[in-house]
């Protein structure tokens, strides 16, 4: 079936995630010390960086007392670590401490993004960017790389991809009602929550929008785990946009689905009439 409608993440898929988030990590880190009364963390904080990544099915973003996302991003990777310093946090800080400083990210897009997103603007498909991080701030990030095509970029911010948690605005879909629990990849040591309920209503809001369905929708992102499970469980086409630190098991779980994996964002662009 022709892929109709195309939806991208956005950090790490259109980012270089690691330039992006140099400044979010230094405020991060001042922001946690200062939650847990600490004057200051480096060294609690690399301690807990290596125990993560030693570990990465053991560690990682919790809500809701899940494990939702590995520690695949500097973003997730930060998240890990407050959640490994102290368990107790309670989520409403864990989102927090996230949103509050995603404001100090700069702007680095990856090389090719702009032609990537001129030429979805300017293809025979719906295209959206659907992303955990503030419209606001990633519109204005859209607007300084001013791609042609821009106004034909469709956005859902706050999408909040790790909420294990019935949707809200599609109360009662049977395509929810329809999903497992949880998802299994081999050689994942730990189960994938698939029930993200909040991540599924942006996904059906844009089926709504557009009059298309999981068959002919092409989901882009750089976190399986966030960005692909849900998706794949509900039978969209997929591409994972991995970089240096993407893990086997996310390339392994996005080919079960019979999806794709590249370094080059500019292979999205085979993969649409
Ligand atoms: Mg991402």
Same mark, same amino acid.
């Given at each position: 079936?022709?892929?109709?409608?195309?939806?991208?993440?956005?950090?790490?898929?259109?980012?270089?995630?690691e330039?992006?988030?140099?400044?979010?990590?230094?405020?991060?880190?001042q922001?946690?010390? &200062?939650v847990? %009364? &600490?004057?200051?963390?480096?060294?609690?904080?690399?301690?807990?960086?290596?125990?993560?990544?030693?570990?990465?099915?053991?560690h990682?973003?919790?809500?809701?007392?899940h494990?939702?996302?590995?520690?695949?991003?500097?973003?997730l990777l930060?998240?890990s670590?407050s959640?490994?310093?102290?368990?107790?946090?309670?989520?409403?800080?864990?989102?927090?401490?996230?949103?509050?400083?995603?404001?100090?990210?700069?702007?680095?897009?990856?090389?090719?993004? &702009?032609?990537?997103?001129?030429?979805?603007?300017?293809?025979?498909?719906?295209?959206?960017?659907?992303?955990?991080?503030?419209?606001?701030?990633?519109?204005?990030?859209?607007?300084?790389?001013?791609?042609?095509?821009?106004?034909?970029?469709?956005?859902? *911010?706050?999408a909040?991809?790790f909420?294990v948690?019935?949707?809200?605005?599609?109360?009662?879909?049977?395509?929810?009602a329809?999903?497992?629990?949880s998802?299994?990849?081999?050689?994942?040591?730990?189960?994938?929550?698939?029930?993200? %309920?909040?991540?599924?209503?942006?996904l059906?809001?844009?089926?709504?929008?557009?009059g298309?369905?999981?068959?002919?929708?092409?989901?882009?992102?750089?976190?399986?785990?966030?960005?692909?499970?849900?998706? *794949?469980?509900?039978?969209?086409?997929?591409?994972?946009a991995?970089?240096?630190?993407?893990?086997?098991y996310?390339?392994?779980?996005?080919?079960?689905?019979g999806?794709?994996?590249g370094?080059?964002?500019?292979e999205?662009? &085979?993969l649409i009439?």
């Open positions: 079936m022709p892929i109709r409608t195309v939806i991208l993440d956005f950090d790490g898929t259109c980012t270089d995630v330039r992006e988030a140099e400044g979010f990590l230094v405020r991060y880190k922001d946690l010390a &200062r847990l %009364g &600490r004057g200051e963390l480096e060294a609690d904080w690399a301690a807990a960086e290596s125990a993560v990544l030693a570990a990465p099915a053991r990682g973003m919790v809500i809701g007392g494990l939702v996302a590995p520690p695949v991003d500097p973003y930060a998240t670590i959640a490994l310093l102290e368990p107790e946090l309670p989520d409403a800080e864990t989102e927090r401490l996230f949103k509050e400083n995603y404001r100090f990210t700069t702007t680095a897009f990856k090389p090719e993004t &702009r032609e990537v997103v001129e030429a979805l603007a300017a293809a025979d498909v719906a295209f959206y960017i659907v992303t955990n991080s503030d419209p606001a701030t990633v519109s204005g990030k859209l607007d300084s790389l001013a791609p042609a095509g821009r106004a034909s970029i469709r956005l859902h *911010g706050d909040r991809k909420l948690a019935e949707p809200v605005v599609h109360p009662g879909s049977a395509r929810f329809a999903l497992a629990a998802h299994t990849v081999k050689g994942w040591e730990r189960p994938i929550h698939t029930r993200r %309920g909040h991540y599924f209503d942006a059906e809001s844009i089926w709504a929008e557009t298309t369905s999981p068959a002919d929708t092409l989901v882009v992102g750089d976190v399986f785990e966030l960005d692909l499970a849900l998706p *794949g469980v509900l039978g969209c086409r997929l591409h994972l991995s970089g240096p630190r993407t893990l086997d996310e390339r392994v779980g996005t080919a079960a689905f999806g794709t994996h370094n080059d964002l500019r999205v662009l &085979r009439p």
